[in-house]
């Protein structure tokens, strides 16, 4: 049984043939996808993506979002982690580039994160502080590895830099990286501002994917840092 899915969510294997036209890394995302239980799973129970499973493990195993928290949920499109947050009881800021139907229980905001006036609009949007800020932000790759992990990493660092601003003491961070060196600088930096830091990869991360996130908990006061 795969974790976080109920027992008799077996996915028969299904084949995928080629197609003219389609190219042959297509043909393999396209039968991934099919084969996948957590594809077949966040169907059935009426998420909008297996990513929401990835929240729900971490949730599940370190217990940050609690009933009533105030969440950001960057690059929050098409909604997976926004569902999990709404129905743990929080109340949830939803931010994407890409417009997202609306989800009751929480407020959606279309906007650029990565322009440089965006997270001064956000945080005049937002008014006070919050608990917690989810980053599952990524650009889009360009299939070398240490490209796409840099550009990862600036939209991690900016995802930090936005909230360390916003968070209340006490608050967690949780954001999604690549594999590679360029994390140790961003890491050093929450080991400094918060209680506990720790690489994590849920079980319904593809285990062939580099993607991992930290998980930063227990975010110190400003008082608590001097």
């Known amino acids: 049984m795969v974790k976080g899915i109920k027992s008799g969510s077996r996915v028969l294997a299904v084949r995928v043939k080629k197609v003219a036209g389609r190219s042959v890394s297509s043909t393999r995302w396209l ?9 077949h799973e ?13 929240l729900r493990q971490l949730d599940d195993q370190y217990h940050f979002l ?5 969440i950001v949920d960057l690059g929050a499109a098409p909604g997976g982690w926004t569902q999990v947050a709404v129905e743990r009881g929080c109340k949830v800021l939803a931010v994407d580039l890409i417009d997202m ?3 009751e229980g929480a407020r959606f905001l279309q906007m650029d994160f990565s322009q440089p006036d965006a997270p001064q609009k956000l945080l005049q949007e937002i008014g006070s502080k919050v608990q ?38 006490g608050g967690t961070f949780l954001v999604k990286l690549r594999q ?3 994390q140790q600088s961003l890491l050093a930096i929450l080991k400094h501002d918060f209680g506990q830091v720790r690489h994590v990869k849920p079980p319904a991360s593809r285990p062939d994917s580099s993607e991992l ?3 930063a908990l227990k975010f110190k006061s400003i008082e608590t840092k001097k």
């Open 31 to 39: 039968q991934r996808q099919l084969n996948d239980p957590y594809v």
């Open 42 to 54: 966040a169907h059935k129970v009426g998420y909008r993506s297996r990513a929401a499973f990835k």
């Open 66 to 70: 609690k009933s009533g928290q105030k």
């Open 101 to 103: 139907p609306a989800i």
């Open 132 to 169: 917690v800020v989810l980053s599952d932000m990524a650009p889009n790759t360009t299939g070398h590895l240490g490209t796409d992990h840099l550009r990862i990493m600036a939209l991690a660092e900016m995802a930090y830099d936005f909230a360390k601003q916003i968070l209340a003491p």
């Open 180 to 182: 590679g060196g360029a």
């Open 213 to 215: 996130y930290l998980l």
